[in-house]
């Protein structure tokens, strides 16, 4: 219920507001405040105002406009037009010139004459009541989006020293992957596991935090199952593509809101297969197994995203997350992707990705980067014994 406080001085005022107190009994709790100077009216009112949707004040004459403090709550001056004497020159003043005022109230007529103005001024309050309360939870949101930030900020930094480079070691076949933070929202996540002679790899960059959270949950349960095929992770990317959609997470018409790439190499035959779903690349210094698309995450899309080719001894492969292409628009130091790799072939894999993320930060004055951004380096043994 709104709140309305009833500033007077004599007993007529009192008794003249006290039908209205009858009559808003459902609308509005009536505070009556009794003071007996303009002074202690005026110190009232620069105290008190914040928690009212209007304020009736008993006229209490000259130079009330200039006096009275500046706020939101409306304010509405109860006089007796016929009493006023000289004073109804000045009030006639406020009236015609007077910003801090919301109407005036002639206490020689009857008081239901007044009711729409103070219903619309109750209506006014409480509607700049609730607009500081957004306020001031828009600022303390802010506040607590500040401290998060600030600790995402220092997770990342952590998680950089942590985990500069990874490096797994498999049957035939090595796997280097680097990951820089970045400032935007969402992010990327790269992970890799073995079931029953093959690695299964899953690459993501998202627009949002939820999704990322969504693509782990499920990529957690994936991990549950023993035999993983191709129908496997048709299922997985059916499931999560319903979820996502369900929560609004992407859109066939915006693939840059999801990226994915789920991806199986079988360590037997170095067969590596999946589904790729957006700028992702996977290139050696001779060819381009994987190019980039604008596939979106969709089942329409899931056969044509559908991509197979056989990983060759002695040879490194470079895979390039969404986010190096955001960050350098498809060139690092002046070079595309592929000159690159080419001019890093006497290096080793842990080399290569070094240099490249040296690359993609000797221009930013910042700790991070605009947006995440991993590169995995595969690399075939040249001894590898392959299944024919």
């Not at 009030?91 to 009857?110: F, N, P």
């Not at 035959?269 to 995450?297: D, H, W």
């Not at 991509?307 to 070079?335: A, W």
Request: aromatic share 10%.
């Amino acid at each position: 219920m709104d709140q309305m406080a009833v500033l007077y001085h004599g007993k007529r005022i009192k008794a003249y507001i006290s039908t209205l107190e009858k009559d808003f009994s459902n609308e509005v709790n009536v505070e009556w405040v009794n003071l007996s100077s303009k002074e202690d009216i005026l110190h009232w009112l620069s105290q008190n105002t914040i928690r009212f949707s209007a304020i009736i004040v008993e006229y209490f004459g000259e130079e009330i406009d200039t006096s009275l403090p500046a706020m939101r709550t409306p304010i509405l001056l109860a006089a007796n037009f016929q009493e006023l004497g000289d004073d109804e020159w000045g009030l006639r003043q406020i009236c015609s010139k007077s910003k801090k005022l919301h109407g005036v109230i002639d206490t020689a007529r009857d008081i239901q004459f007044f009711y729409p103005l103070i219903r619309s001024s109750i209506q006014l309050g409480r509607t700049l009541l609730e607009m500081a309360n957004l306020s001031e939870t828009g600022m303390k949101m802010s506040h607590i989006m500040s401290m998060a930030l600030g600790e995402l900020t220092r997770v990342k930094k952590l998680h950089e020293r942590l985990v500069p480079l990874r490096n797994e070691t498999f049957k035939g076949l090595k796997v280097f992957s680097k990951f820089a933070a970045g400032e935007s929202s969402g992010g990327e996540f790269f992970d890799i596991f073995t079931t029953d002679q093959k690695i299964n790899i899953l690459l993501s960059s998202a627009t949002s935090y939820v999704a990322s959270s969504v693509i782990l949950s499920h990529f957690e349960n994936l991990r549950k199952i023993v035999n993983i095929d191709r129908s496997v992770l048709e299922t997985f990317l059916e499931e999560l593509t319903c979820e996502l959609r369900d929560l609004e997470l992407i859109d066939r018409d915006r693939p840059e809101m999801l990226e994915l790439a789920i991806a199986q190499i079988d360590l037997r035959t170095m067969v590596c297969s999946g589904f790729f779903f957006g700028r992702q690349e996977i290139m050696t210094t001779k060819e381009i197994a994987v190019a980039a698309n604008q596939y979106p995450l969709n089942e329409n899309f899931f056969e044509t995203a559908y991509q197979e080719f056989k990983l060759k001894r002695n040879e490194k492969y470079l895979v390039y997350s969404p986010g190096v292409k955001k960050n350098t628009n498809g060139m690092i130091n002046n070079l595309t992707y592929r000159e690159f790799l080419k001019s890093q072939d006497d290096k080793s894999s842990k080399e290569i990705l070094n240099e490249a993320f040296f690359q993609l930060k000797k221009n930013s004055a910042k700790d991070f980067l605009k947006y995440d951004a991993t590169v995995i380096c595969l690399e075939v043994d040249p001894n590898a014994i392959v299944q024919v």
